[in-house]
Structures are given as C-alpha cells and as structure tokens.
C-alpha cells in the first residue's frame, strides 16, 4: 500500500512532542511490513543542514504563493520525506508560533495539505491512504472528497483521520479559508460539514469528510465521546462513532533503548543495570553542585518531561511535592517549557530547595534521554492523556511511571500489586493533590523495599509496546477500509 502521511511535526527534522514521534515511527512501521510509505512536512527555520536535503525541480503555487520541493528521507531508511519550502509562511521561529500560535496558521496548515496532493500529481502517485494527523493536516480529509475527488490518481484513495489530541481544533477565520479553499459554506447552516457553532473547524472538518478516524489509543476513543474529555465535540464523534477506533500509539525502540540510545551514555539491560546506577550519579552530578557530597543511591529520583500546559496536571503538585522537597524525600529534576504559570513554578521551586529540585527550562533532546533513563520515578499527573509517549519510554528504562489513571496511561499502566508483584508503575485516579501524593508516598515505601522495587523495574522494562504492533493496527484498519470500497 502506498500511504501518504502529512504531518505538522517530524522526529528529527521538527519537534515539539510526541506527535513528531508517532509521524516518524508510524512509516518506518509501515516501512517494516513492505508498504510504501511517503511524508511530507513543512520546511521550518529549524530545519537546517543537519538534515540530508536535497532540492527538487518541483515548484507549484498554491494560494499565489511560490511552494518548492525538497526531499529527504528518515534517518536510516529510504523512506522518502518531501519539505515544502515556502519562506513566507515557514521561514520562521518555531512550528505554531507559541504561545498563542501565528496568526496565519490557517493558511500555514492549509497549504500543506493542498500542497501534499499537487505533491502526489507532479510525482504521478496514487496512494492508497491518506493519513492525517490532527487539526493541521485534518483539511487533508475535505481536499480529497471535494477538491480531488474526481482526480483520476485519488479515486481510491481513502482518507484517514488520526487524532493525538482533540483540544486543539484549528478554529479559523470563515472569510480567511472561504477565500483561499474556495469552499462553500454558509454561515448559520447548522448542518454544515464545516462549520461548528457557525465558525470554521478544522478538526471537525477532518471528522466529517474522513472515511476513517483513528484516536490514538482505545481509552481515549472511549473518553472523546463524553462530555468530559469531548473538548467540544463529543456530539459529532458519537455521530461519527461508527468510523472511530482507538489504536494505541507505539516506540521506536531503535531510538528508545537503554542498551544503545545515542543520547546516553551509561548503556545498561534488564540484566545488567549498573548502567542505571552510574547514568543517574552523572545525570545528579552534573544538575545539582553538591551531588559528590551525597550518596548516588539515597534519595528516590523523580523526573518529568513535558510540555508545559493545563493538560499534563503540574497544578496538582503545588500542594504536595514541596512537602516532600522539604523533609528531604525526594529529589526532582524537571525538563520542560510552556505555560509561564508552570516554568515560574519549577523555577521556584527549584529555588526554595537547592540541591532537591532542578529546573531546565526549553527543550533538550539529549537530556529528555537522560531523565527518561536515569531517574527512578516519572511522574505524570495528567488532566488527560490521549495515549502519552513518555511514560512508555520511561518504562523500557526501568523508570517506573507514576501516572492518572486516564485515557492512554490507563490503557498502559497497570498500579503495581505488592503481594502478587504484578503491575508496571503506580496510578491514581482522582484528579486531586492528595490522591498525588498518595502515590509519590507509595513510590518513596517502594523504593525504600528492594524486595519490590526491583520486580516492579523488571515489569515495566518487560513491557513491549513496539510500533510494530500499532503498524499492524493500522494497515489492517486501511485494508478493511480499501476492502469497503
Ligand atoms: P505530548 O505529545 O502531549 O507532548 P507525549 O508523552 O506523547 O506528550 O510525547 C512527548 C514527547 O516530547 C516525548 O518524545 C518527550 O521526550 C518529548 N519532550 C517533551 N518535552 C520535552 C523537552 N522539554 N525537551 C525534549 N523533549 C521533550
């Protein structure tokens, strides 16, 4: 099968999180089970030379602007990525223009899309699948049952929606895309595929013209058609439930590995963990002064990597983490930006307890490695979760999850057993500091009791949640779909 994957973010050429992770491991997925997997992306400022790219002759223009092609591929594969370059709209800081995203994001994303079909024409492909990725690329879905639908190469082209989080909905200005789409909608039409309480959505759109949608593990399929968790739309996806379905996300654990990860040093398995033991005493050394003074193995760890918003529930921590900051319980290393309200936090906290609490701020490849592998703990309180990436790498590293019992970390982590020893990290479910702290307390008894502390590493790094099973997933959802015809 020949399947078109057009994403906002790429691992190793545009990241911001795991969506870039899931837009690179899905093809090498795909890759693996003989299909022909084809991405395409913007080319951001970001980009730059540390990337093979190669130009292209291709240029066409889409709404009176100059689009050109270049081409690379992801890091050992042949798997071919296509980079627009269009100065005006990617030429700059960032992929969305945070905080509150470039104003012309809705041009930005549409002419990605529109862009990923001349892409197909100029090349002579037909793919068998379109694979859209969140409200960026969900205008994929509307291009193919209206625009193309009577182009010869995408008559049989299916169109799949995958939603890593159904918050950001691209709510665009209806003049703006009525202009540059040339779609017609009328305002007040409570029918319209398009128009959600009479303003333009992007993610609805995508919904509403996709012959599939794919959220991106089944507890959160579940989740997205209540209230709750619906941000929104949880009308519209109970309408469409009968194309949802949840397939849990996947690693790519050549990337994500304790035995060869390129950002670590300290290598180690689920035999030999002296690599742990000697990693997490440099990783200390090198974020707190006085770490010499201090045995490697006397406190509990506890890391977290993460953007910065109301989703991965920081709040629930003001009320509790300093308790154990003070009496010397833990220590905390934090990686992280985004919300100001969450980095002026971790900054303070970081400065009330010098040598408990260490606060990076920004994004750092190598040292997201370093923490994920290292600490003992990895604490993500979440509001919500579509599926989480995050602590599924943690585990592979034997650094057990502490998570909210919700969407994809439900359907991942199991709350350890301490008679049966079964379990891979320690949950909570009540969205409240106390039931946190419950659970940073139980991990502090764990780590304190051998007998169960190291069982409970060895569950997680069992744990195998490979992309090669997700791949799996999706092609037989693609082949039920081409079967359908
Ligand atoms: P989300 O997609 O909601 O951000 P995930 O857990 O699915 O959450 O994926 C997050 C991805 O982004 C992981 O690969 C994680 O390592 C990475 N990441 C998050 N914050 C940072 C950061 N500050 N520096 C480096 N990597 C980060």
Redesign the pocket.
């Known amino acids: 099968m020949i399947i078109l994957l057009a994403s906002a973010e790429l ?1 190793h050429f545009a ?8 837009s690179a491991a899905l093809p090498r997925g795909w890759a693996d089970l003989s299909h022909e997997p084809i991405v395409i992306i913007p080319k951001y400022q970001c980009i730059t030379d540390f990337t093979e790219i190669h130009s292209t002759n291709i240029e066409f223009t889409i709404c009176n602007l100059s689009v050109r092609v270049f081409k690379s591929h992801l890091p050992e594969s042949t798997i071919s990525v296509y980079l627009l370059e269009c100065d005006e709209l990617y030429d700059r800081p960032g992929i969305y223009g945070n905080p509150d995203g470039y104003e012309d994001n809705d041009l930005r994303f549409y002419v990605l899309c529109k862009a990923a079909f001349e892409l197909m024409i100029e090349l002579n492909i037909s793919p068998d699948v379109i694979s859209a990725h969140d409200y960026h690329t969900a205008l994929l879905m509307p291009l193919l049952k209206i625009d193309y639908a009577r182009h010869p190469q995408f008559l049989n082209t299916k169109g799949v929606l995958t939603i ?2 159904a918050q950001y909905q691209g709510w665009y200005d209806n003049e703006r895309i009525r202009e540059f789409s040339h779609w017609e909608f009328i305002e007040k039409d409570s029918h319209s595929p398009f128009l959600f309480h009479d303003h333009f959505n992007a993610l609805y759109s995508g919904i509403n013209f996709s012959d599939a949608i794919i959220a ?1 593990s089944p507890g959160y399929a579940n989740e997205i058609l209540t209230e709750e968790y619906g941000a929104g739309l949880h009308e519209v996806f109970n309408n469409n439930r009968h194309k949802l379905s949840g397939i849990l ?1 996947g690693v790519n654990y050549g990337l ?1 590995n304790p035995s060869d990860d390129c950002h670590i040093n300290q290598h180690f398995t689920i035999l030999d963990k002296s690599g742990k033991v000697q990693g997490r005493k440099f990783l200390l050394q090198s974020l707190f002064d006085d770490e010499k003074d201090l045995l490697p193995d006397s406190l509990p760890v506890f890391g977290i ?3 910065f ?1 109301e ?2 529930g920081f709040e629930l921590l003001e009320d509790c983490i300093e308790n154990c900051l003070k009496d010397k319980k833990i220590r905390l290393i934090v ?3 985004g919300d100001a309200r969450y980095e002026d936090y971790f900054s303070r906290i970081q400065n009330s307890f010098p040598g408990y609490c260490s606060y ?6 190598e ?3 370093r923490i ?1 592998a290292y600490a003992d703990f990895f604490l ?1 309180p979440s509001l919500f ?9 943690a585990m592979k590293y034997g650094t057990i999850p502490i998570v909210r019992h919700v969407g ?1 970390l439900k359907d991942t982590i199991e709350d350890f057993n301490q008679i049966q020893l079964i379990g891979n990290g320690i949950t909570f479910s009540e969205f409240t500091s106390s039931a946190l702290l419950r659970a940073i307390d139980m991990a502090i008894d764990i780590y304190g009791n051998k007998s169960l502390m190291n069982p409970l590493i060895d569950n997680a790094m069992h744990c195998d949640y490979s992309i090669h099973k997700t791949a799996i997933q999706y092609i037989e959802s693609f082949e039920t779909l081409k079967e359908r015809h």
Do not use: F
């Open positions: 691992d990241k911001v999180g795991g969506l870039a992770d899931i890593h989080n991106v996300n994500w990597v993460s953007r918003t989703q991965k990686l992280g930006s990076t701020r920004g994004y750092d490849e040292l997201a490695h994920l993500m979760e579509p599926c989480g990436l995050t602590q599924l790498y994809g």
